[in-house]
């Protein structure tokens, strides 16, 4: 596989980082308005660090991601979502460090070889989908999980996202598009009990500036990958 380049930071990367201080700036001033504990606002620190990543399809991010998913499982776990709780901890933390393996043993320069899903393929995700997304629906009310929509749509797609990014299907990152616009309706939605979660709300909108250029980037990527296989064919 190629190596990576040396090479002088894009305009993009002037403006991720910028974005990136300008919300943590944000963070640290809500954080300390609404009188939020350091350790429910200190994985998102840490995930600024992994958007940075993902916007670039580094597969580094899935390493920093993996060990941040655990600070997150003890936030969600507070503020009674539990069904993000269970996807931290028992989706996240694992998967993520599965697929840091994976993408490593797959190099392309900072990223991976990454692939697209059959229309087959596409059908069995979207049937499954729908009959997961069921049952999380009567599941979760019944352990006294608060914003049941919401709450199981946006952690069943997170875990279907996982499984796409570990086995390195370029879709993953429409997907996250998708599942960063209902983060940002769920932490709207919980302004009103929980305004505390002002950071949370921050942190999203920042997170999905970051996956929009990394839907670019990804195909950018996976465009010049099948380049590469034509010319050597």
Sequence with gaps: ????????????????FILMGCTAVLITAAGIYFNQSFLRILPLYISLVVGLLQSRVNRYACLVGSINSLLYGVVYFYYGLYGSFFSAVLFSFPIQLLT??????????????????TAKQRILLTVGFIAALIAMWVI???IGSQYV??????????????FLTMFAFVEYTFLMIINGIIGIALYVQMLGETPEMTTYLIYSVYSFICIVIAFFQAKKIYNSQQTEVQNEN
């Design 1 to 16: 596989m190629p190596e990576a380049k040396n090479k002088k930071f894009s305009k993009k990367d002037i403006f991720i």
């Design 100 to 117: 840091f393996i994976r993408w490593n043993k797959n190099k392309w320069e900072h990223s991976t070889v990454l692939c697209k899903l």
């Design 140 to 142: 979760l009310p019944l």
């Design 149 to 162: 929509f919401l709450d199981s749509l946006t952690n069943l797609l997170g875990i279907v996202i996982y």
